[in-house]
């Protein structure tokens, strides 16, 4: 089930409330409606403050109270009590919040029964079998080992939180119930990958797994889509979950069915797991105790037995011995049975939740490479005799690591892992000489083929892992693989070779079915996931959209039909009530139906035979049944489900089980397919069906089924409203870094504008005084693109001169005053080596009274990076070193990207690029701001050689990362950049923002008093979409303000000086101004002077520019076109200008895009060329105002 964490004491104790439906869960709308009941009937009788309070109070009494904090009235349990003198006080835990809170006694009630009828909604629980350790030291022997402990370690408790702070969904499998706790494993999912926190906290020797009484087997039994817990193994007693958090007040009411219900779950969980499938339990009743568990399906295409125990595994003995040294936990479902098959040699296709873990392949393919004799045939070349395909180079690269540490025990087979770039000699640079195992990516396999054409000649073993991202992300790319191997394997020397293809995934894909009919010979089909099951075995399915209030007429027309063979339907509701309903409307239009939920009089054996009756053709049974039923009834014979209720995912696929008997083949032919009946699924999707909407929507699309608008309009919905959850969180780093991200569904973070964090205060200073070009100081390295450094200040840079009076102000020991309180996000200092930093403390673990010594986590403000250090290493920090503002930026290098589809880059390009520019001053072009970050392009590395007066452009980094071979271009990142400011969220106080206005200088508009002024009042929209910004932006500009503010502001100005960009020739220079549509234009020439003025729209543009040397003012040339003007200066001697105008102004700026030409022109790290700036002109490329128009504008 999946759950929500209240609160955490440590792993043994934390509280939970479940989340979802079922028939165990209390939906959250109950607890608002009983919250509201008792607040209502407890303030109008709180007019009389003696009347409803409990007589007499003692520990562990259930009553009423008045959460102050809360502001409401709470369900409560009394811990302890404290007496004062005309009164007393009690402790309280509120159980439906997991909180404690002290009460005084004119602030408590007596419970009332119709208050207590649901149960509590905080759960209490711990993790089921994991117990503490700690540390013993023997100064004696001079040892230390891991023991079990009485309690937590703080670290284990901090971990914990972590963990479940990073986390996107959490899952709960119920265990056993003792002393009103739940005993449970727990399942956080962190960045689309499942752990198990148990297992996770044991492999971090946090905690240590107890060993149950009679039952000794691993964790990997508990895991989540594995058999069920045998209750009866359990050495805690076991209730009915159901009825475990009832409160206390009326327990003697149910008692005597908690007794019913140990009984009846004890007999049915052994029946269940330990009977043959044509056994069935006598009491239905008991199907009921133990709904949390779920049990497994597979669905095979040929009979395979499993091997679900490491002993009996088909791997060879050494490995076995290397696995239980490792604590490998399993196999597991999935394993068990993949592994037979693929020891064998032969051609498999796993699709299962667990499809991504290499596990599923790794061990039985190393056990089939110890068998040297097999490959006695082929040639005696170089060449590997096994290819592991992977996605991309970091799951390349996990598997890689797997096989050098697995191949430590088995024969030499020298596994080598390639990921190539665009580089051609480095493709035609690798050796594979007694390499017998390859791991690559499929772009990087056909780089490397262009120059190894004999790289097929002895490959037995094709493995595709994640087949279905391969397919997705490389379709060309891995059929052309194919095709080789294909062609290499069909020449008559590899008669007596083995040749096997293994392809794993956790999805179907369209071309899996071209797959395994071209290229597999007679594989092995095992799909334990059976929504993907059913696509293989061609499920029809059918959404009817309808409105809640109509489901029951819509049934009733599917169900109105004639066929010509026996149809078995089976009919999903989510509740008992439902499932009445629909019975007694089927039996009033005379269609024959049975129906089984837990209140049901007819046991399960009978619903079987009724069902398992031989029936005439045409004829067509329907059975009613809740969720619930399923599994002990094992139906898989069904030619037609249909979904009355909505469902998840997980039960969607368990509903199509039951119709596993009729699945058909997709790689049948089309003819042979046809004759096999064709299993149906239906769903009624009504106005309610939201929850689950987007789950089956997904499904729906790789299923290639028909989709009504309806349900992508729900879908829609709740991706807005995931959004909107997500509007606290920081921006996504894969948009910043790239532009887009591809995983945003599954993506914890926000993709769209929050202005109260991309607009922080305390960067504008460093934005404003430092315009377009800057000389930025990389400090921390994230990626190859994404920085965090600082913008200095050539004249008088402020940060420097503050770092030398910290360090000047610590060098006395009598200032080194260690913080003895540490305050989350307080400032402190640190010293790291000789120098001292300020940081802030951004998270403090919960730690023990009586530890002195712990680990905070803290925040280099000046430099961005984050580090753990020890509380005791904090110094105080004067408040006069606290003044200047946080002085890290992060910067991101825009217009390129990783190859081959990644979306991360590979750490050769990450180490080059550090190793080559941290801590060096570069020169940068800002584009983009949104508040901290600033997107830079270009960043250039500038030498100054000050006895030639020239500037040497020793690399561009962009340039740099394309010269690995493992970048490309990214045109559409800025672009990117510009749509989502273009639909930016404006927040309440925002609307509140003051307008801006312009104060005129009659002295000219070059100079105007704030440059930020005037960039809002210009057009804070077109700002908004630009991909450059004009020069002292705001980082807000990159952000649109609210119509009103903006319209306010429009009106207090009369003009506006527009954006130019120049260039030149020996004769000419040629001036673009920035404005669109250009009506009225006006452009006086005189020989030191160009005074340009036009309308747009509703707004005057003018320019007065006086030159920094002479024209000939009759061959100059104005010339307007769409969306700029070009004027053309004709020069009176020829040469090169320094710059253009005598006065520095903000918004005239050189062409970078010449600049740029010449760049590509002459990539700086091939070394070959150099550009070479006068200081005149170097000085205007660093001052000078940006251009803020964008690529598309131009």
């Known amino acids: 089930m999946e759950v929500s964490v209240l609160q955490i004491e440590d792993p043994g104790c934390f509280w939970v409330t479940m989340k979802g439906c079922g028939p165990d869960i209390v939906d959250e709308i109950e607890y608002k409606n009983l919250n509201a009941e008792m607040n209502q009937f407890y303030d109008k009788s709180s007019n009389n403050v003696d009347e409803g309070k409990p007589l007499m109070v003692e520990e562990g009494q259930v009553c009423v109270v008045f959460s102050e904090q809360l502001k409401c009235w709470c369900r409560a349990v009394i811990k302890s009590i404290m007496h004062c003198t005309d009164h007393y006080q009690a402790q309280c835990f509120l159980v439906d919040y997991a909180k404690y809170i002290f009460v005084k006694s004119k602030d408590m009630r007596v419970a009332l029964e119709a208050f207590m009828q649901i149960p509590y909604r905080a759960k209490k629980c711990r993790l089921y079998r994991a117990k503490p350790v700690t540390l013993c030291i023997n100064f004696c022997e001079d040892t230390a080992k891991i023991v079990p402990a009485k309690r937590w370690d703080s670290a284990a408790t901090w971990y914990f939180q972590n963990l479940l702070k990073a986390t996107t969904e959490i899952k709960a499998k119920l265990c056993a119930v003792e002393d009103n706790t739940f005993d449970i494993f727990l399942y956080v999912t962190i960045k689309d990958e499942k752990v198990c926190v148990n297992d996770d906290l044991v492999l971090k020797n946090f905690a240590c797994f107890e060993e149950a009484k009679e039952n000794t087997e691993s964790s990997a039994d508990y895991q989540e889509n594995q058999t069920p817990l045998n209750v009866e193994s359990l050495p805690v007693k076991t209730v009915n979950p159901s009825l475990a958090f009832r409160p206390g007040l009326f327990q003697e009411k149910v008692s005597a069915n908690l007794e019913t219900g140990l009984a009846v779950s004890n007999s049915f969980l052994e029946e269940t797991y330990q009977r043959s499938s044509t056994d069935v339990n006598e009491s239905p009743e008991s199907s009921f105790q133990n709904l949390s568990e779920e049990r497994n399906f597979v669905f095979l295409s040929n009979k395979i037995e499993p091997s679900s125990v490491l002993e009996t595994a088909p791997l060879f003995d050494d490995l076995k011995k290397e696995l239980t040294r490792k604590k490998f936990l399993g196999p597991n479902f999935t394993e068990s049975y993949c592994w037979p098959p693929v020891a064998r040699g032969c051609d498999v296709l796993a699709i299962s939740y667990q499809g991504n873990d290499p596990f599923l392949y790794i061990p039985p393919v190393l056990t089939f490479l110890q068998l040297g004799s097999c490959y006695k045939a082929l040639p005696n070349r170089n060449g590997p005799l096994a290819l592991i395909l992977c996605p991309g180079w970091k799951k390349a690269q996990l598997v890689f690591e797997l096989l050098k540490t697995y191949t430590r025990c088995s024969r030499q087979l020298q596994p080598m892992l390639i990921i190539l770039g665009q580089n051609k000699e480095a493709a035609r640079s690798v050796k594979i000489q007694r390499c017998e195992v390859i791991v690559t990516t499929p772009y990087s396999l056909l780089r490397l083929f262009e120059h190894h054409s004999f790289f097929f000649c002895r490959l037995c073993h094709l493995i595709l892992d994640e087949v279905d991202v391969l397919f997705s992300d490389a379709t060309e790319q891995v059929f052309t ?12 020397e590899w008669n007596y070779s083995p040749h096997q293809i293994v392809a794993v995934g956790t999805h179907w894909n369209k071309h899996i079915a071209h797959l395994i009919k071209e290229f597999m010979d007679d594989p092995y089909v095992v799909i334990t996931a059976m929504e993907e099951a059913s696509i293989y075995g061609n499920v029809q399915q059918v959404v009817l959209p309808c409105m809640n209030s109509e489901r029951t007429a819509v049934l009733l027309k599917i169900l109105d039909f004639t066929h010509d063979n026996l149809q078995k339907v089976l009919v999903f ?18 269609i024959f139906s049975l129906k089984i939920h837990k209140e049901s009089k007819f046991n399960f054996k009978y619903i079987l035979e009724q069902w398992t009756k031989k029936y005439s053709s045409g004829s067509h049974v329907v059975l009613v049944l809740t969720d619930d039923c399923m599994q002990s009834l094992g139906i898989t014979d069904a030619t037609c489900v249909i979904h009355f209720s909505f469902p998840s995912l997980r039960i969607f696929g368990q509903r199509l089980h039951s119709m596993s008997d009729n699945f058909c083949d997709v790689i049948q ?29 997904d499904y729906l699309q790789h299923a290639k089924a028909e989709i009504p608008p309806e349900l992508h309009d729900f879908a829609a919905k709740m991706l807005e409203a995931e959004e909107e959850k997500k509007f606290s969180r920081p921006l996504c780093a894969y948009l910043k870094t790239f532009g887009i991200c591809k995983n945003r569904r599954v993506c914890p973070d926000r993709h769209q504008i929050n202005l109260q964090i991309d607009v922080p205060q305390n960067i504008l200073d460093t934005i404003i005084q430092t315009p377009g070009c800057v000389t930025i100081l990389p400090l921390h390295i994230v990626n190859a693109t994404n920085y965090f450094g600082r913008i200095v200040d050539k004249l008088k840079d402020q940060y420097t001169i503050l770092a030398e009076e910290i360090n000047e102000y610590f060098k006395k020991p009598s200032n080194k005053i260690s913080v003895k309180n540490v305050e989350k996000l307080a400032f402190y200092g640190l010293c790291e080596k000789t120098l001292f930093h300020r940081v802030q403390v951004i998270e403090i673990p919960p730690k023990e009274e009586e530890n002195m010594f712990f680990n905070v986590k803290i925040k280099y403000i000046d430099e961005g990076r984050t580090s753990q250090v020890q509380n005791y290493q904090l110094l105080h920090l004067p408040a006069k070193f606290q003044c200047l503002p946080p002085q890290a930026v992060e910067f991101v290098v825009c217009r390129v990207k990783p190859i081959d589809n990644e979306i991360e880059w590979n750490p050769k390009v990450t180490h080059y690029i550090e190793h080559k520019i941290k801590g060096k001053l570069h020169e940068a072009k800002i584009v983009h701001t949104l508040g901290s970050t600033a ?50 969220k404006v927040l309440e106080h925002a609307k509140n923002l003051e307008p801006l206005s312009i104060k005129e200088d009659t002295a000219g508009p070059e100079n105007v008093s704030n440059p930020y002024d005037m960039s809002i009042q210009e057009n804070t929209t077109e700002n908004c979409n630009s991909s450059k910004i004009t020069s002292g932006n705001h980082p807000s500009d990159g952000v649109a303000q609210t119509k009103e503010a903006e319209d306010s502001t429009l009106h207090q100005c009369k003009c506006f000086y527009p954006e130019i960009k120049w260039f030149q020739n020996e004769e000419t220079v040629t001036v673009k101004v920035k404005v669109a549509n250009a009506a009225d234009c006006k452009c006086e020439f005189s020989k030191e002077k160009v005074v340009f003025s036009a309308c747009s729209g509703d707004k005057l543009y003018l320019a007065d520019m006086e030159l920094q040397q002479y024209i000939l003012a009759e061959k100059s040339t104005c010339v307007i076109k769409d969306k700029e003007v070009v004027i053309v200066l004709a020069k009176e001697k020829r040469g090169v200008w320094c710059k253009l105008l005598k006065n520095k102004n903000l918004h005239v700026s050189f062409d970078f895009e010449r600049w740029e030409d010449f760049e590509d022109e002459s990539p700086f790290p091939v070394g070959t060329k150099k550009l070479c700036w006068s200081d005149a002109v170097t000085e205007e490329l660093v001052v000078s105002s940006e251009d803020s128009g964008t690529e598309s504008e131009e």
């Open 481 to 492: 693989i194919l095709d080789c191997y294909k062609k290499a394997v069909a020449t008559e």
């Open 573 to 590: 509701t989510n509740s008992v009530n439902e499932a009445e309903m629909v019975d007694k409307a089927l039996k009033s239009n005379s």
């Open 669 to 697: 032919d089309y003819s042979v397919r046809q004759k096999c009946p064709k299993a149906r699924s239906v769903v009624l999707l009504t106005e309610n069906s939201t929850c689950h909407a987007l789950g089956i929507l």
């Open 935 to 984: 997107w830079v392009d270009p960043m250039v590395r500038v030498t100054r050689l000050s006895d030639l007066k020239v500037s040497v452009n020793e690399y561009n980094v962009r340039s740099a990362i394309l010269s690995t071979g493992l970048g490309t271009d990214n045109p559409d990142h800025v672009t990117q950049l510009q749509k989502l400011c273009g639909h930016v």
